[in-house]
């Protein structure tokens, strides 16, 4: 048996209801990230066999890093050109970030799982789009809120998260939570 796994990060609760006012009112073929389920993805694992999931989860507890904080800035779209499927808001370099995504990738690589092997691009989804939104209100959208700016952002644990398909929408769950350590004085 398999399950859907992904590696994030959360956001603490005024950030996803800051972030899905953004989205508030969106046209047809819109359809926004809902406040519960925003995170920071850190690894996308996809479907994992059952009897992998106990030495993931073992690796994961090996990753060891210091709290730290981020800020998210800006908002974008993947892809970049043609028809966007994704919006995001954008996370501001972080070397502190990119050493806990390299060390947890470290760790899913130990147990024989493929990683993402293109650049980490971190981001928060706040939005997935079909093919009929309107190119207009995604232009005017990126523009208004490209001054997107939350700072001091605490990441203190990250979560293996398991996804699964409910009512047509996908739901999340956290399967397991690891803590960083605090930061020596």
Do not use: N
Request: hydrophobic share 40%; proline share 7%; net charge neutral.
């Amino acid at each position: 048996m398999t399950r859907r796994l992904f590696i994030a990060i959360d956001l603490p609760k005024s950030v996803c209801w800051r972030l899905s006012q953004l989205v508030a009112d969106p046209p047809a073929g819109v359809r926004p990230v809902r406040p519960t389920q925003l995170h920071l993805t850190l690894h996308f694992l996809g479907d994992v066999e059952d009897d992998v999931c106990a030495a993931l989860r073992d690796a994961l507890a090996g990753v060891h890093g210091e709290r730290f904080r981020l800020s998210i800035r800006g908002t974008g779209v993947f892809p970049p050109r043609g028809r966007p499927s994704v919006l995001w808001a954008g996370v501001d370099d972080s070397h502190d970030l990119i050493r806990l995504h390299t060390a947890i990738g470290e760790a899913v690589a130990s147990c024989g799982l493929e990683i993402e092997r293109r650049p980490y691009v971190p981001h928060v989804t706040i939005a997935r789009f079909t093919p009929a939104v309107p190119r207009a209100w995604t232009t005017r959208f990126l523009s208004e809120t490209s001054g997107l700016a939350i700072d001091d952002l605490p990441v203190e644990r990250f979560h293996l998260y398991g996804s699964r398909r409910l009512d047509g929408a996908t739901e999340h769950a956290i399967e397991a939570t690891y803590a960083l350590q605090a930061t020596e004085a």
